[in-house]
């Protein structure tokens, strides 16, 4: 099983960018899907959540209004849409799967919010 994010980068505040988290080895459409950010010196935050249809998502109440979570299951991939970028959104962001018991982490992705 293999989730790889990608689509990180330097970005300007107020700016937008959009990650990818591509998954092989799993039956993806069973899995709910969560991103999550770690800041140096700060421990590991939710972002938010997708059920494994599409059909439900959350945020965290930082992200609201800001961020989207969609996904394709025929591709393996769930997106984060982060619009509106601000420097407190600089962490590394990562994705999870999980089904019952399963979990799955990909390696993680850097976003730098800075002019």
């Known amino acids: 099983v293999q989730l790889v994010e990608s689509g990180g980068g330097l970005v300007q505040p107020g700016g937008s960018l959009r990650l990818s988290c591509a998954a092989s080895?799993?039956?993806?459409?069973?899995?709910?899907v969560s991103w999550y950010r770690q800041a140096p010196g700060k421990e590991r935050e939710l972002v938010g959540g997708i059920s494994s249809d599409g059909g439900i998502t959350n945020y965290a109440d930082s992200v609201k209004g800001r961020f989207t979570i969609s996904r394709d299951n025929a591709k393996n991939t769930v997106f984060l849409q982060m619009n509106s970028l601000k420097p407190e959104d600089t962490a590394v962001y990562s994705c999870?799967?999980?089904?019952?018991?399963?979990?799955?982490w990909g390696q993680g992705t850097q976003v730098t919010v800075s002019s």
């Open positions: 080895g799993l039956t993806f459409s069973r899995y709910a």
């Open positions: 999870n799967a999980r089904r019952g018991v399963m979990n799955y």
